[in-house]
């Protein structure tokens, strides 16, 4: 009875969602001759088993919370423009330019009240804003953000790259830290004619393009731990060049055992102030030892999580022989990164190999690098798109992964870039991604 019980489980968690392709692997080379040879081999992996699940099952948050606020709309038509008197000099597009330096002449601003709902939006003259030394942005860091791009096509047509999963998450965080739910519909409308006003300030060279930074604050003027009752949704932009400045550079990453970025419960999942400042102090002390960005470990088994503050990938070859891109899975801890979701909806359209998303360790991770089976490793987010890695530190073992025949970028890594980037510049259909600003 005990036997069958273990199997009948075992069974179950080989075929969910999350665990199925990690214990159907090892099931196949496990190769049982009966139940009792795979009860015990389960009962000898049950507490493996369990370490496994641990961080998927305890760390699924609701999505939404948006039955907890009231819901108030976002009046593009009540939209105000107010232009500068004194337009700034534009930079060049070339190597001068600096990420987030420089800024366009206008920004979007929208009120928020929690007993009158939003105010009428309005694009002002770009500003240094006046908040009240109390509010609850500087002090319980009650603030959240996104990061998208406006690019210029061959027409010289303005088009945002899938913003409405920018959207989405923008009003998941600010719902998160108990603000409001956001009118996503509105505040692109908004932002739509934003880019319309300051359309010159979009660079028309390939590579380049004009970024968005959607911004929530609490406002209000008050000391205190509660749920704010003012904010202001702001939208500023800035003109920024490719990431690599002369092609791909890859990075030596360290994988960071001590410090942690985000926990079952936490709001890793959010893009929110205070997930990035912790990481400074790790950051600065993985730079002087010589790697440009750490990877974010988490739990006793080291699972991986992401890097920096993107997502990471790799692509190895499984035990049985099976080519695998795998990433960690929205679990709670990980950032929906917009770049993250569109690699698997790609590489799963393409379907030339199994496209996993599931829990895996450091170990994992080893193992595959000195049995040969590790072929390529990057990360994935808004600023660099594509960002391979040629090496990480692990527990003092330096691991050199290839990056390609140039040394520069892997084959899938290369590929995902060109056709992201493609349908960034509508060079490419791929579904709606592509928005045209009309």
Known sequence: VAGKLVVGCGVCVAESGFLGPLLREELS???????????????ENMLRVARILKPVLVSQPSRSYAASFSSSSI???????KKTAAPKLKPANDHSLVFGAQFADHMLEVD??????FGPPRIVPHHKLEIDPAAPALHYSVQAFEGMKAYKDSQGKIRLFRPDKNMQRF?????RLAVTSLDREGLLKCIKELLKVDSDWVPEKEGYSLYLRPTMIATDPALGVHPSTEALIYCITSPVGPYFKDGFKPVKILAETTFKRAWPGG???????GNYAPGLLPQQMANKAGYSQVLWLFGEDDYVTEVGSMN???????????IEL??????????????RDSILELAREWGEFEVTERPFTMPEVAAAWKEGRLREAFGAGTAAVIAPINGIAYKGEEMNISCGE???????????YKEITDIQAGKKSFRDWSVLID
Request: one cysteine or more.
């Open 406 to 416: 140039d040394g520069n970028a892997g084959p899938l890594a290369a590929r995902l």
């Open 326 to 339: 795998v990433t960690a899975p929205l679990d709670g801890t990980i950032l929906p990164g917009v770049t």
């Open 75 to 81: 009046d593009p038509s009540a939209l105000t423009i």
């Open 267 to 273: 709001t890793g999942c959010n893009k929110v102030g």
């Open 312 to 322: 990471i990938f790799f692509l190895w070859e499984t035990p049985s022989g099976k």
């Open 171 to 175: 009003n998941d965080s600010c719902e």
């Open 29 to 43: 080379l496990l190769q049982p001759s009966g139940p009792l040879q795979l009860a015990l081999w389960l009962l």
């Open 112 to 117: 928020w009240k929690r007993d009158k709902g």
